[in-house]
């Protein structure tokens, strides 16, 4: 089993920056690649970004390329969401996945989930 936890949300006014972490415990060793997705209220959750643990490729949603970052450290078993230039639009539920196979921007295809943090963009 992997659980998760993340930590950085909040609240912050458009044009500004949140880093989001996501800690994962239990047996990491067999996670493949981690992500983020993000659910705003009455709308489905939504890919936002992944990375493959090993390699370290990257994938983002074209809504936040130029503006959010995903890196990781292997050695702590953390993975980031640096985001930048926050809209009003991002506001949701942001859940960290993990998965012991795969990479995909579909939530179906993650094995495991935090329990998510908000963050909140005023105009």
């Known amino acids: 089993q992997v659980q998760l936890v993340e930590s950085g949300g909040g609240l912050v006014q458009a044009g500004g920056s949140l880093r989001l972490s996501c800690a994962a415990s239990?047996?990491?060793?067999?996670?493949?690649?981690m992500g983020w997705f993000r659910q705003a209220p009455g709308k489905e959750r939504q890919f936002v970004a992944a990375?493959?643990?090993?390699?370290?490729?990257?994938y983002l949603a074209d809504s936040v390329k130029g503006r959010f970052t995903i890196s990781r450290d292997n050695a702590k078993n953390v993975v980031y969401l640096q985001m930048n230039s926050l809209k009003p639009e991002d506001t949701a539920v942001y859940y960290c996945?993990?998965?012991?196979?795969?990479?995909?921007?579909?939530?179906?295809?993650?094995?495991?989930w935090g329990q998510g943090t908000q963050v909140t963009v005023s105009s």
């Open positions: 996945v993990a998965d012991k196979e795969k990479v995909s921007t579909q939530p179906g295809e993650y094995e495991y």
């Open positions: 990375i493959r643990l090993n390699g370290g490729s990257t």
């Open positions: 239990g047996r990491t060793f067999s996670i493949y690649a």
